[in-house]
């Protein structure tokens, strides 16, 4: 299989899901609440430039579990 960065950005991304609903799906077992405790990042700029205005917003939540699906993506890309 050919590599490219696309295919990265996929396994990325799939990595990233699969950790974020492992994370949801056990949030409810209380051993392992170190796991599935989220983090959230935001980024929101906005301008209104009288002619143009745009109004922007990225929110990133981020847990233990997504951190170890992408890591797991990452390898399964370097296996193939």
Same mark, same amino acid.
């Given at each position: 299989? %050919?590599?490219?960065?696309?295919?990265?950005?996929?396994?990325?991304?799939? +990595?990233?899901?699969? *950790?974020?609903?492992?994370? %949801?799906?056990?949030?409810?077992?209380? *051993?392992?609440?170190?796991? &599935? %405790? &989220? &983090?959230?990042?935001?980024?929101?700029?906005?301008?209104?430039?009288?002619?143009?205005?745009?109004?922007?917003?990225?929110?990133?939540?981020?847990?233990?579990?997504? !951190?170890? +699906?992408?890591?797991?993506? !990452?390898?399964?890309?370097?296996?193939?």
């Amino acid at each position: 299989m %050919k590599k490219n960065f696309w295919v990265f950005l996929l396994f990325l991304l799939i +990595g990233l899901l699969t *950790g974020a609903l492992l994370s %949801k799906w056990l949030s409810e077992v209380p *051993g392992l609440s170190f796991l &599935t %405790k &989220t &983090t959230t990042i935001k980024w929101a700029p906005a301008a209104d430039l009288l002619v143009l205005s745009y109004n922007f917003s990225l929110r990133i939540e981020i847990s233990l579990l997504s !951190i170890a +699906g992408l890591i797991a993506a !990452i390898w399964v890309y370097r296996k193939l």
